[in-house]
C-alpha cells in the first residue's frame, strides 16, 4: 500500500500562512487524487482539498480563495498552501489518496484507500 507522511504542521497568529507537505511513498499507482482532510476538536473529520491525477482541483468553500492544493512534478508529493489562517482552521490536517473518483461525486465521498497519520495544525487568535 502507500504510505502517506505529512508535514509543515504548527503554530501560527490568525492572519499567517503555513505550508503542509505530504510524501507518499511505496506502492503507488497512477491516475490517483491526493488530498487533504482535516479535523476539528469534537468535529467530525472534513474534506478541505483535493487534486486529481489530470490536475483539476477541489475545494471546501470554507477555504475557498486562502488555501491552494498543489503537486510536485512526480506527483508523489502534494502540497497545502494555507493564507489567511484563521482559528477556525485549528485542526488535525491528514493527507489522502483516492483510486476511485469522479466529478459527479462530491470531493469529500470519493473512496480514499490511504491516509497519512496527520499533523497539527493551530492558529492562535
Known amino acids: 500500500q502507500v504510505q502517506l507522511v505529512e508535514s509543515g504542521g504548527g503554530l501560527v497568529q490568525a492572519g499567517g500562512s503555513l505550508r503542509l507537505s505530504c510524501a507518499a511513498s511505496?506502492?503507488?499507482?497512477?491516475?490517483?487524487?491526493m488530498g487533504w482532510f482535516r479535523q476539528a476538536p469534537g468535529k467530525e473529520r472534513e474534506f478541505v482539498a483535493v487534486?486529481?491525477?489530470?490536475?483539476?482541483?477541489y475545494y471546501e468553500d470554507s477555504v475557498k480563495g486562502r488555501f491552494t492544493i498543489s503537486r510536485d512534478n512526480a506527483k508523489t508529493t502534494v502540497y497545502l498552501h494555507m493564507n489567511s489562517l484563521k482559528p477556525e482552521d485549528t485542526a488535525v490536517y491528514y493527507c489522502?489518496?483516492?483510486?476511485?473518483?469522479?466529478?459527479?461525486?462530491?470531493?469529500?465521498?470519493?473512496?480514499?484507500?490511504?491516509w497519512g497519520q496527520g499533523t497539527q495544525v493551530t492558529v492562535s487568535s
Open positions: 489522502a489518496v483516492s483510486g476511485s473518483y469522479s466529478s459527479d461525486y462530491p470531493p469529500g465521498s470519493w473512496e480514499y484507500d490511504a
Open positions: 511505496g506502492r503507488t499507482i497512477s491516475g490517483y487524487a
Open positions: 487534486i486529481r491525477w489530470g490536475g483539476i482541483t
